[in-house]
């Protein structure tokens, strides 16, 4: 069983394609074939956001851009069926494609959601999970594809936009700039924890444990968190996915700079490990230049206040806490 959660993914893999590598040829494929397509015209267009963002944007018209995208729930790999029931599976596979578009600033519309599963799976239950985070995300499933296989596969495509003023863009990951201040909208480690907790066969049912792994097994996008953060002047966001560090570098590369952490925010019953390379804990780290005017639009609009956690330097592909280099921690897939 390989868990984001749980594998070192750095022992045994050196020979293996890396993740980002096999995106980066993509990538690259796919915007050759756009150029054949469209002689004359720059790819992608001017305003659109391709691939290597939480999200696509599309610009619809003059003044609307749509925001897309697309995330893969995978049985052994993201989701481990002897811990979490196909109803919080279910539950997952929307909010972790919801979680991109918050990661943007956006709000989702539709979703389609496609199945691959074994004989005998218990669509209802599934369902009633697909169902249940489609209602609390006001995401609507408006089709999908079913198919047999022989493990549970489900991927879900998200379509939203921008509400409010959607001349304030969209969050980028390329936007922070040297000088903004790093936050993020909660405490981290507690998915990794759950985990961790569900596997070891721990009594779960005092408050403490049975919120880490709710958090593990329910996660929330923090739809209304990316809303004011773009409404309030952040520069760049993404979500932790793959671990703090691994979406520091994420972010930091996207936008050339360097990135110092100053503190840590770690979850009640995890630990500063898990905390700083767990992931999925679907929180958001929003760079700002007003650190102050960020936590006054949380307070306002009765969002639990985002935590500082460091700052944006000029040493572009410095990645630091303490003075030292961040440790090789977090998610990815290797092929």
């Given at each position: 069983m390989e868990s984001p959660n749980s594998a070192d993914q750095q022992v045994g893999l050196e020979a293996r394609t890396d993740e980002f590598a096999a995106i980066e040829r993509l990538r690259v494929l796919f915007e050759a074939a756009a150029r054949r397509s469209r002689?004359?015209?720059?790819?992608?267009?001017?305003?659109?956001?391709?691939i290597g963002d939480d999200a696509a944007v599309i610009a619809l018209d003059q003044h609307h851009q749509g925001i897309w995208a697309t995330d893969l729930v995978v049985?052994?790999?993201?989701?481990?069926?002897?811990?979490?029931?196909?109803?919080?599976v279910g539950f997952k596979a929307v909010m972790v494609a919801v979680s991109d578009l918050a990661a943007m600033g956006a709000?989702?519309?539709?979703?389609?959601?496609?199945?691959?599963?074994a004989p005998g799976t218990d669509f209802e239950q599934l369902g009633e999970g697909l169902a249940a985070a489609s209602a609390e995300a006001d995401c609507v499933v408006?089709?999908?594809?079913?198919?047999?296989?022989p493990v549970l596969v489900i991927s879900t495509a998200v379509f939203g936009s921008l509400r409010g003023q959607p001349s304030a863009g969209p969050l980028l990951r390329s936007g922070a700039r040297p000088g903004d201040h790093l936050l993020v909208t909660g405490p981290l480690g507690g998915s990794a924890a759950g985990?961790?907790?569900?596997?070891?066969?721990?009594d779960t049912s005092a408050p403490e444990p049975a919120a880490l792994v709710r958090a593990h097994r329910r996660p929330r996008a923090r739809l209304r968190q990316g809303e004011v953060?773009?409404?309030?002047?952040?520069?760049?966001?993404?979500?932790?996915?793959?671990g703090l560090v691994a979406e520091v570098r994420h972010?930091?590369?996207?936008?050339?700079?360097?990135?110092?952490?100053?503190?840590?925010?770690?979850a009640d019953g995890a630990t500063e490990e898990e905390a700083m390379g767990g992931g999925e804990d679907y929180e958001l780290l929003v760079a700002t230049p007003d650190p102050d005017r960020l936590v006054e639009a949380y307070r306002s609009a009765g969002l639990r206040e985002p935590v500082r956690v460091g700052r944006c330097t000029d040493r572009a592909e410095v990645f630091e806490r303490g003075g030292q280099p961040l440790p090789p921690v977090g998610w990815r897939h290797r092929f």
């Open positions: 002689p004359g015209e720059m790819v992608p267009p001017p305003g659109d956001t391709w049985e052994g790999v993201h989701v481990d069926l002897d811990v979490c029931g196909l109803d919080d709000w989702p519309l539709h979703a389609l959601v496609s199945i691959a599963a408006v089709g999908g594809d079913l198919a047999e296989a985990f961790r907790l569900l596997r070891s066969g721990a953060a773009r409404l309030s002047g952040a520069t760049a966001a993404i979500d932790v996915s793959d972010l930091g590369r996207a936008s050339g700079v360097g990135v110092a952490l100053e503190s840590l925010p770690v």
